[in-house]
C-alpha cells in the first residue's frame, strides 16, 4: 500500500513564504512524476506544479516566478517553496505521485489527504 504524507501547511500573511514537503512509503520501485495540485472552496482542483523523474518541472502560470518545486533529500520525496504568497493562493494543497510502479501489472496514481494553506491580507 502507498501513501503520501504532506506537511507544511499553515496560516501566513501575504507576502510570506511556506515550504510544503510530501514523502511517499510504501514498496515503490519507481516513480513517472511527483507533484502538487490545491482546491480552493467552490472550486475545482489545478495544478500548481509538478517534477518527472528526470527533473523536468512544470508550472500553473499563476505560481511562475514565486513557487519552486524540487525533489527533496529523502527518496521519494517532493518539496514546494512558496514565495510571495498572496490570499488567492489559499487551498488545500494535494500531492500526486503519478505513474507509481509497486510491482503490479499497472502503475498507478496516489495522492495524499491535503494540507491547507491559508494566506491572510
Known amino acids: 500500500q502507498v501513501q503520501l504524507v504532506e506537511s507544511g501547511g499553515g496560516l501566513v500573511q501575504a507576502g510570506g513564504s511556506l515550504r510544503l514537503s510530501c514523502t511517499a512509503s510504501g514498496v515503490i520501485f519507481s516513480i513517472r512524476a511527483m507533484g502538487w495540485y490545491r482546491q480552493a472552496p467552490g472550486k475545482q482542483r489545478e495544478l500548481v506544479a509538478l517534477?518527472?523523474?528526470?527533473?523536468?518541472?512544470t508550472y500553473a502560470d499563476f505560481v511562475k516566478g514565486r513557487f519552486t518545486i524540487s525533489t527533496g533529500t529523502a527518496k521519494n520525496t517532493v518539496d514546494l517553496l512558496m514565495n510571495s504568497l498572496e490570499p488567492e493562493d489559499t487551498a488545500v494543497y494535494y500531492c500526486k505521485a503519478a505513474g507509481v510502479s509497486t510491482g503490479r501489472i499497472y502503475a498507478m496514481d496516489y495522492w495524499g489527504a491535503g494540507t491547507l494553506v491559508t494566506v491572510s491580507s
Open positions: 517534477i518527472t523523474n528526470s527533473g523536468s518541472t
